[in-house]
């Protein structure tokens, strides 16, 4: 471990001892010692005690700029007061009624005049989305299979549990990427439907589509892949997955679980125009609320309709998280809103540019609406497998360096990337900025010690 890190970490020991004791008692009880295992990491994970507009408070009392935002969920940023006037209104008339109401066609008109979909059914996680997108496509099309790309996470079901961060050499060949489960209990029957492909390689689909004639009923992806940092569709990606999957008979899923919300006012569609056949939407659509949704043409959902594909929920539009996402389509996510994010997040990355050439880092900032991150690679990555290379203790020491200051400048873990929200203000990227103008020398110094690679992207 480099002693920059080193020194990283036992401040961050000495600063949060708190978290260390929760830690520790949440492990007896819960594996890892945490909800979910993304919130794992070493030493012990931040606990938080609680969040207000842009920042949040650990147990013993510091305070972050949150650039995490529960992994992106929350481009409304903590207690958004729309939407907590929306929610505190409902609490008083019925939280769960598992019977029909009128925020429903509402929230759905939403959706449906800013998406290109003509029907929604609604859930509340990304997983749910994906999996029933997923299991309707099959349905739509008589056929099992689907094309998922190496790297992409889409939940946890069984059909997108696959080639999600596969290592050397199960993975196979980048032109021929294998399919390798992502943990144990996945069944190899569910391994063997879906196949892969690698982001920005059109001939790997292509590839697929021939390999298995009549029998791909999707693709699924990230249109900006967001689970390997950020990785751009290169120019005319997208559009040949739609022609692929129109020349093919499969339909062609969006995961905007993350995009959705965050891009812009119409999500991926409307940033690349290109039209998908179903789109999957979560996170932020809530508001800070656990809100999920897919959406398709009429003919495909008409498969609802007929009773011929099951879809259900004691959850599904529960009136509290349906409040929750009224407000924040009606009053988070407007154009004036994305206009403030898009602004701030020129600032940011313009500043990180800046740091980063200053610095002398080998790195780059890759950016999307109201997404970045700073990516400590040589070059632009295209793909997973450029991914994988990345300089793990680095990242770390970026991240607790950042942390240490005050700055959670993106979730733990060098898949993610950060959020901006609309309650961040030009002062969080001041002071974000000035972190990571304290951290970049430390950080340069460790790369050239390690003798990284000397071809810069800015
Ligand atoms: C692109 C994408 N799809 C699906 C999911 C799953 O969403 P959830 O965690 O709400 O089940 C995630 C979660 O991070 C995601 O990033």
């Known amino acids: ?173 980048v032109h021929d990427p294998a399919q390798v489960p992502g943990g144990l209990g996945v069944p190899k029957a569910a391994v063997a439907n879906v196949q892969i492909a690698t982001f920005n390689d059109l001939a790997t689909v292509e590839l697929r589509f021939k390999q298995n004639p009549g029998q791909i009923a999707a693709i699924i992806l990230e249109p900006i892949m967001m689970n390997v940092g950020l990785c751009m569709p290169q120019p005319g990606f997208l559009k040949s997955l739609r022609e692929l999957c129109t020349k093919h008979g499969a339909l062609l899923i969006f995961d905007e679980v993350k995009t959705g919300a965050k891009l812009g006012w119409g999500g991926a569609s409307e940033y690349f125009g290109v039209t998908p056949d179903m789109i999957c939407l979560a996170k932020s659509i809530g508001g800070g609320f656990p809100l999920a949704a897919f959406g398709t043409h009429r003919s495909v959902m008409d498969l609802i309709s ?46 990180y540019k800046k740091i980063v050439a200053k610095s002398g880092l080998q790195g780059y900032v890759a950016s999307a609406g109201a997404n970045g991150a700073l990516m400590l690679y040589p070059k632009e990555i295209r793909n997973y497998r450029d991914w994988i290379t990345v300089d793990t203790d680095l990242w770390r020491h970026y991240w607790f360096g950042m942390v240490n200051r ?53």
């Open 1 to 173: 471990m480099h002693p920059e890190l080193q020194h990283e970490l036992d401040i961050f020991e000495r600063r949060t001892p708190k978290s260390a004791e929760a830690h520790k008692k949440n492990l007896k009880r819960i594996p890892l010692g945490v909800a979910s295992n993304y919130r794992a990491y070493d030493p012990y994970p931040i606990f938080v005690e609680d969040a207000q507009g842009s920042r949040f408070r650990d147990l013993d009392g510091n305070e972050y700029i949150d650039y995490n935002l529960c992994f992106g969920a929350l481009m409304a940023g903590h207690c958004h007061p729309a939407v907590m006037r929306a929610v505190e209104k409902r609490l008083h008339t019925g939280t769960m009624f598992g019977m029909p109401h009128n925020m429903e066609w509402e929230l759905a008109e939403e959706i449906c005049s800013r998406f290109p979909v003509e029907s929604v059914r609604f859930g509340s996680s990304g997983t749910e989305a994906t999996m029933h997108a997923v299991r309707l496509a099959r349905a739509a099309t008589g056929r099992d299979k689907i094309i998922k790309f190496e790297g992409g996470y889409h939940g946890l079901h069984d059909s997108v549990l696959v080639s999600v961060k596969p290592h050397a050499p199960e993975f196979g060949d």
């Open 306 to 351: 007929q009773h011929k594909v099951f879809h259900g929920g004691t959850y599904n539009t529960n009136p509290v998280s349906m409040a929750a996402g009224l407000a924040t389509f009606r009053e988070v996510l407007t154009r004036d809103n994305y206009a403030h994010v898009d602004k701030l997040s020129k600032k940011l990355v313009d500043g």
């Open 406 to 458: 005050g700055v959670m400048c993106q979730p733990y873990w060098w898949d993610e990337q950060w959020t901006i929200s609309v309650q961040h203000i030009e002062a969080d990227i001041d002071k974000h900025l000035a972190a990571f103008d304290e951290v970049a020398p430390g950080l340069a110094k460790a790369q050239q010690e390690r003798g990284a690679a000397v071809v810069a992207v800015h």
